[in-house]
């Protein structure tokens, strides 16, 4: 497997964002001859937010006479596996959502996705996009996808339930969070909202508590093949969250949620707390009862200091929602993606508090979404940006990652199981 170890940096400083760039907007796409019919699969299930996904294709539609633009939509963890489904039947999708990474690597080198390098060299298309971003859908000097929106995983509260417990700041460090969750439970409050039947939710924790002991230098180190995922900093990133599990500061069933059983608990004020990403807001919209209440009492804080730690407090763990494009794909399929990916595409969609923070320079401004600034700001000041383990690490090592990261936090391995497990299956992945 032909894996890139090009470090992938997200320093999106403020003179980036405002910097001038060739922003390319599309405006005569290719027009469909005849009959022509785009698949398109996406994981936008929000009932309120469906409309506009539905908009953009009927307006690329409306420009090319003939086509048509298929959609599917489909849950998260439903998604993932149709996908995978589809791929093994050597039959992907025209458009679908990638979160870039080791994933979309992998069926890259299979063959399945389009390069779509030359495009993005025409008309300063790559150039419009915030070059970091960019940078999670290549490898090798090939570019498989175009990112759509980026942003990071962050700790949401409620306001009310800090206020309700006496907490008068959000924590900073570890032992300042951990301590915040026991004044919760000493309230009656449960801290913290977990659907770790996804596992993936969870995987968060351990993920960002490797980043904080062993920052930057730790991964490469693991990736590189110069250190290993058995590594110290990986041992303690285990450790660490034994002491907030130990603590049971979750709801009730947590193993079993789903993640939309656990933002559902979370969007009513049923738990203080979620450690979630940018899309937060917008998805629980439609799963609050008074969704402007909640939007009002939210806030956001960026995963705690771990004390002694090499990481720095502006590395951030994250990612985003991107676009591929199948190997068989018609032309349009990566004509239509442009269209969804121009600056006015961009500014309208952030203007609706939707696909946010934007990955297209010039956009940021149009965002109007106040819950969403906090973490805008944390991205502009970002040292290190890690894409989610579980989408950059190889499919095969990802599966580690989620399975024994989720035994961890049910109490059945302990930390240096963890880690070891992780170094033995990135050690056979990579054939060293």
């Known amino acids: 497997m032909s894996i890139s170890t090009n470090r992938r940096r997200f320093v999106v400083g403020g003179s980036a964002l405002?910097?001038?760039?060739?922003?390319?907007?599309?405006?005569?796409p290719a027009t469909a001859q005849d009959s022509t019919t785009i698949t398109w699969w996406h994981i936008t299930t929000q009932e309120d937010l469906q409309p506009i996904m539905q908009a953009a294709a009927d307006g690329f539609m409306e420009q090319n006479p003939g086509l048509q633009i298929e959609i599917t939509v489909l849950e998260n963890e439903a998604f993932k596996s149709k996908l995978a489904t589809s791929m093994q039947s050597g039959e992907p999708p025209d458009v679908f959502q990638s979160w870039g990474g080791g994933v979309l690597?992998?069926?890259?080198?299979?063959?399945?996705?389009?390069?779509?390098?030359?495009?993005?060299?025409?008309?300063?298309?790559?150039?419009?996009f915030v070059p970091s971003a960019l940078a999670l859908y290549g490898q090798?000097?090939?570019?498989?996808?175009?990112?759509w929106r980026t942003g990071m995983i962050g700790v949401w509260y409620r306001k009310s339930l800090f206020e309700q417990a006496g907490i008068e700041a959000p924590p900073e460090t570890w032992t300042e969070f951990l301590e915040t969750v026991e004044t919760l439970k000493g309230a009656g409050i449960t801290p913290i909202s977990l659907g770790e039947g996804d596992k993936w939710p969870g995987h968060f924790y351990w993920c960002y508590l490797a980043i904080r002991n062993g920052g930057q230098e730790a991964f490469e180190a693991a990736y590189s093949g110069e250190?290993?995922?058995?590594?110290?900093?990986?041992?303690?990133?285990?450790?660490?969250?034994?002491?907030?599990?130990?603590?049971?500061?979750?709801?009730?069933?947590?193993?079993?949620?789903?993640?939309?059983?656990?933002?559902?608990?979370?969007?009513?004020?049923?738990?203080?707390?979620?450690?979630m990403g940018h899309w937060s807001p917008s998805n629980m919209d439609g799963l609050a009862e008074d969704p402007e209440a909640m939007r009002a009492d939210?806030?956001?804080?960026?995963?705690?200091?771990?004390?002694?730690?090499?990481?720095?407090?502006?590395?951030?763990?994250?990612?985003?929602?991107?676009?591929?494009?199948?190997?068989?794909?018609?032309?349009?399929?990566?004509?239509?993606?442009?269209?969804?990916?121009?600056?006015?595409?961009?500014?309208?969609?952030?203007?609706?508090?939707?696909?946010?923070?934007?990955?297209?320079?010039?956009?940021e401004d149009a965002v109007t979404d106040q819950n969403?600034?906090?973490?805008?700001?944390?991205?502009?000041?970002?040292?290190?940006?890690?894409?989610?383990?579980?989408?950059?690490?190889?499919?095969?090592?990802?599966?580690?990652?989620?399975?024994?990261?989720?035994?961890?936090?049910?109490?059945?391995?302990?930390?240096?199981?963890?880690?070891?497990?992780?170094?033995?299956?990135?050690?056979?992945?990579?054939?060293?």
């Open 18 to 28: 405002a910097a001038s760039a060739a922003i390319w907007t599309h405006t005569s």
């Open 105 to 128: 690597y992998e069926y890259a080198n299979a063959g399945l996705v389009r390069d779509i390098t030359e495009q993005l060299a025409q008309d300063g298309w790559g150039d419009s």
């Open 140 to 147: 090798d000097g090939q570019t498989f996808g175009v990112p």
């Open 227 to 275: 250190g290993s995922f058995a590594d110290e900093p990986f041992v303690k990133a285990g450790q660490d969250l034994q002491q907030l599990i130990e603590l049971e500061p979750f709801q009730s069933g947590f193993l079993g949620a789903t993640y939309p059983d656990a933002s559902t608990i979370f969007a009513n004020a049923g738990a203080a707390m979620e450690l």
């Open 298 to 363: 939210l806030g956001w804080f960026p995963f705690p200091v771990v004390e002694g730690g090499a990481g720095l407090p502006t590395d951030v763990l994250g990612g985003g929602d991107g676009f591929a494009i199948g190997a068989n794909a018609d032309d349009l399929a990566v004509e239509f993606v442009r269209y969804m990916t121009s600056l006015e595409m961009q500014r309208d969609w952030a203007a609706q508090g939707f696909a946010v923070p934007p990955t297209v320079l010039g956009a």
């Open 372 to 432: 969403l600034i906090p973490v805008m700001e944390a991205l502009a000041n970002a040292t290190y940006f890690q894409l989610y383990y579980d989408q950059f690490l190889p499919p095969a090592v990802a599966g580690v990652v989620l399975d024994e990261t989720q035994a961890l936090i049910a109490g059945q391995q302990s930390p240096e199981g963890v880690a070891e497990a992780i170094a033995a299956s990135f050690q056979q992945e990579m054939g060293s």
